[in-house]
């Protein structure tokens, strides 16, 4: 049974919160102490993930142009955190100007944050639900009015899957989400994996493991598994850099070590 | 200055240039479009570059360039760094330190309004955030309370440690009381004497933290008077350690519902008639002293029958019988359940009291002696006076040595003993008697088997003249050496030899036995040898073989007739045409003389005493003991003298109709004395012998006139 959260979980400030420890990591200032020092500790024990962040940023702004570039204008940003920069609708909007963005994040604070910023804007909103209901997150006015269209909707999982365990279904997830997708719609999809960096992995997966979110990397395998009844876009899944980029050089010499798996599958 | 730029000059920009563009590209990795990136890029170098030309320095475009670069998300110290660097070793700037810091300050700057910006923007959101949360709680909770306030079901919080803290609307309306009178109770005051067993246990585990929750019925008292029935739940509540730290009781109010249950229950297990305990409930109380008994836990059972009850429901009507026994019910309830014991109806004129917990078996006669007590004290029923009296059979046992239907059947066995001793009276169970009555069927099956092995055996018990003490007579009474249960009297399984017919066999062989050993008397000891006595059980006498049976007896045994005399009851013989009387008639034709036995204790028609072919009659033993303890009414107390008066009349009475007159159960020598003064013949009891061996009886034979009681003339 779940114990009743007297506290609104992310709005106590001593415990350090993912959405404000990546925001941290993106050399943002929306977070508090407590999240600027698991930062801290985690690019001590892990310089390069500053980086990494920025990569699956990279990767956010690639898949979102390219969709929008193919005519999207319905998102749905799952996990939407806080946006230091470079969010969805910005995005979007500099090729769409019409792009509809409807931001889902169980993080209250990182709601709150997103209703500030997105105040008035009539083609933009911010709900509050939990993925791992996904049909209860489907039933929110907000995003069944985003896929009652029937156009298609880009789904945007990015960086969120991982914060999901192997018991709370990350599959059937998708599968629900999926099947609530109009024909044509996208799913954008980015994962935390061991797979480049296996000397790391289990050192940040303790880290996180103190946290209310723990982490859950997951293989190449698995990560292709969650497209399961998508259609993977060239080049299907890599690695963070090497999806779509823009200069060649901006893949650098180890993409592996942006360890991050990265996707985009279409429904046909 | 704007000095036009020289060859190495343009290539010394060109290579800053490159080297800015590749820092900003490489900050920030993929993260920015790169049309975007560009267009940083170019916009600071221009900037940078006005910074540096500009005549006399002017700070603002690097300043400017600083906090674009910030805009932009480069805050990253390191790329601050790295730009500074950059910036200084620019070859064609005497400016570059100015240009560096002024490019450092309004970086600073910037990234210092930007951090103060963005804190504050997500403090505010943490703080919408709380506050939405706690509207959501604060909704939810009011939610929650107006559930709680109006809901149906009485709702109760209280502390582990029975303190309780809230209580709904509901819950007053059925305790009767107002919220601060609830808050001063404490849960373990809200005891009731009809809590079921183990509601407070459960309330302690739980209170404890070793159960969630439990359900029982429970009544409480109102505060108000008068008590509520309620179907109670209790949960546990924990806090996130998994501590207990409250207990939610919801109540149901079911006051109707149990007593409707309770009239049925009631229905069901009283009797309509006297309001008491019926048999069906009787039984399952008994059953329940068996569950789960203390280690030497005794029980006592007090089985009650009215005397005569049949003769006062004939006589009087069913009503007045009806009406008697709620009289006695309500007097048995008044006197014995205050003591605390059970007190049932079987049904009919049975009644039984329960003693739960019992010290030992004065306790069980005393509640005997309490009931008999109880009854001594006519009844008033409509205008008559009706006295009743009743017998009790008392039992007492250790739980352990028996079960419920062992023990009911030994309590009306002792009940039925009672009942034959005399009426009026209790009777304590008699354990070897009890096992006699319950092996009748084993002892049925054992008594073929017991004649062929010998274990029959025949004592004799002296009948002498009142006149001069000689020996006239000697009764023979068989016994039983029983394997397991001892020496058993006539008294103890004749009734079922007669049941099951045995008596046919045994009684042949108890006359041979005693027709033998009377003729190996007379044959040493001539004519002053006693004659031999020996009984005809009702179903001998009935049949068709017996005089041919005594005939050979005698024959074979060489037994003169008239040392034999037969001794049957008065029920032997029904009346004149009875086919029973014409063998009488040819048993004394034979030349046996008949004798009544237990005279007084049947149906005593003396018509028939004239038809019978009888010599003698035996006054029954009881007449003999009952002379000193009759009561009366006519004599002033003394009883005695009517008794004895009886006796004469009885022997008189005898005399008339020629019969010789044996007295039983003569005990003493003034006893003897009185009877024979009023003429009585013969006598029989503990004062002239018990019964006893045939050796004992050959020595008195021989011994002759010398024993020291006999009187002489
Ligand atoms: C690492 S951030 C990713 C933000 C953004 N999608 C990106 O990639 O730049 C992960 C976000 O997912 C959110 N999140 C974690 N578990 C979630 C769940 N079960 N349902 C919805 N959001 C969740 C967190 O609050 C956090 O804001």
Known sequence: MKRPRWIPEGTDQETPNVARVYDCYLGGSHNFAADREMARKAVELWPELPKIMRANRGFLRRAVQYLAERGFTRFLDIGSGIPTFGAVHEVARRIQPDARVVYVDIDPVAVAHSRLILEGDERAAVIEADMREPRALLADPAVADLLAAGEPVAVLLVAVLHFVRDEEDPVGIVRVLRDAMPPGSALVLSHASFEGRPDQAGPHQDLYARTPTPLTMRSREDVVRLFDGFELIEPGVVYLPEWRPERPESVGPHPERMTGLAGVGRLS | MSAAPTAGHAAAQAGFEEAWARLLREGHGAAVHPGTLGRVVSRTIELLGRARDAEPFDPAPAEQAGALLVEAHFTDAAVLARAVELLLGHPAGEHAPKVAGAFASGWTVALRDRTLREQEAIRLAADLARKGAEKALYASEARFRAVFESAAIGIGIGDVNGNILAVNR?????????????????????????????????????????????????????????????????????????????????????????????RLRFQATHDPLTGLPNRAEFFERLERIFDSPEPGARFGLCSVDLDGFKAINDSLGHETGDQLLAAVAERLASTVAPLGHLVARLGGDEFVVLLESCLGHQESVAVAKTVLDALSQPFLIGDQKLAVRASVGVLERPVAATTPGAAMRAADLTLYRAKKEGRGRWTLFDPKRNAVAVSRYAMSVRMPMALDRGEFFIDYQPLCSLRDGSLAAVEALVRWRHPELGVLGPDEFVATAEETGLIIPLGRWVLEQACDQAARWARRFGPGTPKMNVNLAVRQARNAALVSDVDRVLRGTGLDPSGLQLEITESAVLGPRDHALQ??????????????????????????????????????????????????????????????????????????????????????????????????????????????????????????????RVRRA
């Not at chain 2, 002033?636 to 009517?642: A, N, Q, R, T």
Request: proline share 5%.
């Open chain 2, 583 to 708: 063998a009488m008639h040819a048993l004394v034709d034979m030349g046996v003389s008949l004798t009544v036995d237990d005279f007084g204790t049947g149906w005593s028609n003396l018509a028939y005493l004239r038809d019978l072919p009888v010599s003698g009659l035996k006054i029954a033993g009881s007449f003999i003991s009952d002379v000193h303890d009759r009561p009366s009414p006519h004599d002033g107390g003394d009883g005695e003298l009517l008794g004895w008066r009886i006796v004469s009349g009885l022997v008189s009475l005898a005399h008339t109709l020629g019969l010789t007159v044996t007295a039983e159960g003569v005990e003493t020598a003034a006893d003897a004395e009185r009877l024979r003064a009023m003429g009585c013949d013969w006598a029989q009891g503990w004062y002239y012998g018990r019964p006893t061996r045939p050796e004992e009886i050959t020595r008195r034979i021989a011994e002759g006139l010398g024993d020291p």
């Open chain 2, 170 to 262: 509901a819950l007053q309306e059925m305790f009767g009381a107002r919220p601060q009178d609830m808050r001063d109770l404490r849960v373990p005051e809200l005891v009731h004497p009809e809590d079921t067993p183990g509601v407070w246990e459960a309330y302690d585990d739980l209170v404890n933290g070793r159960r969630e929750h439990f359900q029982f019925d429970k009544p409480y008292y109102r505060r108000a008077g008068g008590v509520i029935w309620t179907h109670l739940t209790v949960s546990l509540i924990r806090d996130e350690e998994g501590v207990p730290r409250y207990q939610v009781a919801m109540l149901e109010d079911i006051t109707d519902r149990h007593r409707l249950q309770e």
